[in-house]
């Protein structure tokens, strides 16, 4: 300690907080680590592969079903491979089944039909309309769009349709054929 300068005083330091207990809902499949933390090498189980194609169905981010079974990504994809590939397929496939036995009912019954439609849409990439391409020569289209009618939209439209031979008359303004 040098002489004019007052010692230093080591600041008091706060009670460590204690250790995650499992004290909250309860996950399938998924146990606290009961070696204080430490990474023990992963054994998978019939459990553990149909939880993580289960929650790779249901939409579960992979590093989140990672988190779940307190693994790293790397080894969830070294062991769960074929669950991982698997699981959305096999969800996809339960909800088109439903769909369709729904549509096929003789009763008519459709209790479930907008989540299946819902299903389709959001997960599968379905859609209701068809994209169709319009191939249209920009370079004769010389106006700015935001300034012309719905009558000379629907014109060009109408050209371009029927230089591929595929038209129907154009309808009235504003109306979608």
């Not at 669950?83 to 209790?111: C, S």
């Amino acid at each position: 300690m040098k002489p004019g300068r007052p010692p230093k005083i080591k600041p008091e330091r706060a009670p460590p907080r204690p250790r995650y207990t499992a004290t909250c809902v309860p996950i399938p499949g998924w146990t606290p680590k009961p070696n204080g933390g430490q990474q023990n090498a992963h054994h998978p189980t019939e459990e553990k592969r149909l939880l993580v194609e289960t929650l790779t169905g249901f939409g579960v981010m992979q590093t989140d079903i990672a988190d779940i079974l307190d693994i790293s990504a790397s080894t969830l994809n070294a062991h769960y491979k074929e669950q991982l590939t698997l699981g959305a397929h096999k969800a996809n496939m339960a909800v088109v089944n439903n769909l369709f036995r729904i549509a096929t009912d003789p009763r008519g019954g459709n209790a479930s039909v907008n989540a299946a439609v819902w299903w389709t849409k959001a997960r599968m990439n379905w859609s209701e309309t068809r994209k169709e391409a319009i191939s249209a020569d920009v370079r004769s289209v010389t106006a700015n769009v935001r300034d012309m009618t719905d009558e000379q939209l629907l014109e060009i439209l109408h050209r371009a349709r029927d230089s591929r031979g595929a038209i129907q008359s154009p309808g009235e303004p504003g109306k979608l054929q």
